[in-house]
Antibody, heavy 120, light 109 residues
Framework: QITLKESGPTLVKPTQTLTLTCTFSGFSLSTSGVGVGWIRQPPGKALEWLAL???????RYSPSLKSRLTITKDTSKNQVVLTMTNMDPVDTATYYC????????????WGQGTLVTVSS | EIVLTQSPGTLSLSPGERATLSCRAS???????LAWYQQKPGQAPRLLIY???SRATGIPDRFSGSGSGTDFTLTISRLEPEDFAVYYC??????????FGQGTKLEIK
């Protein structure tokens, strides 16, 4: 059974850097074709893809946020970390990490999500 | 960038009725790269359909997906009370690799 769980601060101040950790089980990020992605959802709004890292350390970013995002993995710890710099109130959202399987172009399953509020 | 437009924004139906949700892409999308998710309040999205028409593990057969090119459809043949939720389509392409539609809210009439 694949599970993922996000962790990190619930409140950050404007201009600060957000660091979120996705801890997963039930699969290995060293398996060929596997990836972990990050997706966010502002309150009451739609889903927005942020970044994805593959088993071979290939990294993909949303073009609109690329300059602010960094995604890394620690295969030994079964963790993926997303950092987002220069946080703004518009970045207030629930942040999800999700598994992308071998040769899959979709996300399944997702973590429960973590709500991050940006406010001074 | 491929933009996905879902319609209608809100669909009001009764249990037992048939639901038809649309997802239209601004450019042609490979059927292999189109997925549908269900999201209930306070929950993470759940994968329903991948490859435009393949049901994910554990998804009831009242859910079906179809379409090609720029027009895709999610159909729920006979609505159950637990089906009332928000539905998103998602495509895989190039830069950005993944985009989502704005969602269709399926509400009880």
């Amino acid at each position: 059974q694949i599970t993922l769980k996000e962790s990190g601060p619930t409140l950050v101040k404007p201009t600060q850097t957000l660091t979120l950790t996705c801890t997963f089980s039930g699969f290995s990020l060293s398996t060929s074709g596997v990836g972990v992605g990050w997706i966010r959802q502002p309150p009451g709004k739609a889903l927005e893809w942020l970044a994805l890292i593959y088993w071979d350390d290939d990294k993909r970013y949303s073009p609109s946020l690329k300059s602010r995002l960094t995604i890394t993995k620690d295969t030994s710890k079964n963790q993926v970390v997303l950092t987002m710099t220069n946080m703004d109130p518009v970045d207030t959202a629930t942040y999800y990490c999700a598994h992308s399987g071998i040769a899959a172009n979709w996300f399944d399953p997702w973590g429960q999500g973590t709500l991050v509020t940006v406010s001074s | 960038e491929i933009v996905l437009t879902q319609s209608p924004g809100t669909l009001s139906l009764s249990p037992g009725e048939r639901a038809t949700l649309s997802c239209r892409a601004s450019q042609s999308v490979s059927s292999s790269y189109l997925a549908w998710y269900q999201q209930k309040p306070g929950q993470a999205p759940r994968l329903l359909i991948y490859g435009a028409s393949s049901r994910a593990t554990g998804i009831p057969d009242r859910f079906s997906g179809s379409g090609s090119g720029t027009d895709f459809t999610l159909t729920i043949s006979r609505l159950e009370p637990e089906d009332f939720a928000v539905y998103y389509c998602q495509q895989y392409g190039s830069s950005p690799e993944y985009t989502f539609g704005q969602g269709t809210k399926l509400e009880i009439k």
